[in-house]
């Protein structure tokens, strides 16, 4: 069966900061690309950074530029997210997704509504 599973989520003051990770199980994540997401109550889902499958390409959407950082480690089948200097905005469930990028489209990746394999999600508190 393949499975993302997100995971680090947490109540964390403003200003702090947080790990994510996403775990594949039953597929590698060698092939993929991999997005981050984040859903916040009454909004719609914002695409957050992507990093594709050899780790040499990675994108922020400008909200997270120069305060979250996405890496990969292929060896453990985990995509990160480093999350520092949050604030209360950026409270939202936050959501891993991988996607096999057609022939010729490997070294670049944006996260994207129709990526191929979801997580279920982890919760980010960001609160005093």
């Known amino acids: 069966q393949l499975q993302l599973v997100e995971s680090g989520g947490g109540l964390v003051q403003p200003g702090g900061s947080l790990r994510l990770s996403c775990a594949a199980s039953g597929f590698t994540l060698d092939d993929y690309a991999i997005g981050w997401f984040r859903q916040a109550p009454g909004k719609e889902r914002e695409g957050l950074s992507c990093?594709?499958?050899?780790?040499?390409?990675?994108h922020y959407a400008d909200s997270v530029k120069g305060r979250f950082t996405i890496s990969r480690d292929n060896a453990k089948n985990t995509v990160y997210l480093q999350m520092n200097s949050l604030k209360p905005e950026d409270t939202a469930v936050y959501y891993c997704?991988?996607?096999?990028?057609?022939?010729?489209?490997?070294?670049?990746?944006?996260?994207?509504?129709?990526?191929?394999?979801w997580g279920e999600g982890t919760l980010v508190t960001v609160s005093s």
């Open positions: 997704a991988a996607d096999k990028p057609p022939p010729g489209f490997q070294h670049i990746c944006v996260p994207y509504a129709g990526m191929d394999y």
């Open positions: 990093i594709n499958n050899s780790g040499n390409y990675t």
